[in-house]
């Protein structure tokens, strides 16, 4: 729910191996439609509602959202091969644009999802509730059922693991200073997870009180868009302090790596951004 069901390819070919990312993309239509069917059992016309809409929201993709990626993934490459020590503030500049590109590509599709949610009927709301129940269950236990420590380790392991994927192999030295400023980090999670949880009640609580489209879109564009408003000012404070500390972590790591793991870096996205504008170009002579 935090991408939204519509969206979740948006991110997800961002993920998967940059020579998958046309085949994900081509059948992005049938991936989505899987998706939002896997949250609650919908009758025969919420179905053709989800197809034609997720339809809709892949042609405004195709059209609107990859040439943004592409823009996003060139500033990023930049980044990358800077010859000197990056700075915190320059990452703090990618993170936002990705933050405004993620919102960019989310808000077509919650008028269309809240329009669906209103729909539902009581046993699919009881079917939806206990699915957001089940995947925060699951989250948390990957997140954070172990001790501190355990969890502290768990979250650095994750980190090596993306850093190894987008620059390639890692000295034990690299490995070493890399896992302790992982550990180091503020541990946010469990606000992220207790959030989700309010704002999936929230939402499950306007569906039995049949609130309307609006008023769950209103719900929705808040949540989503402007995740900063429901938390605490405690809660924000934390969420910033690691924001913080996470964009001076990737510039200092940045300055860890060798010339041939920067060189690593600009292939890997290199080959997205050219993926992506092939596909991008398709998209644009098909119309």
Known sequence: MKKSLFVLLAFAILACGCSTVGLVYRNADWYLQHKIKGYTSFNATQKETIRKEVSNYMSWHRKSALPEYINFLQNLNGAAQYDGQLKAEQITLLRVHLLNLYRQTLEPAIRP??????????????????TFAENVKKHKEEVLGGNQEENLDKRAEKTLDFLKWLAGNLSDEQEQKVREMSRSLPFVSPIYIQQREINQGKLIALLNDHAGAEKIAAFLTTWMLATEMPRTSQQQRAIQSYEDATDEMIAKIHGLLTDRQKDHMHKVISSYIKDMQILSTAAHTAR
């Not at 009927?121 to 079917?127: V, Y």
Request: proline share 0%; glycine share 6%.
């Open 113 to 130: 999802f809240a329009q669906l949610l209103s729909s539902l009927d009581k046993q699919q709301i009881q079917e939806l509730g206990r």
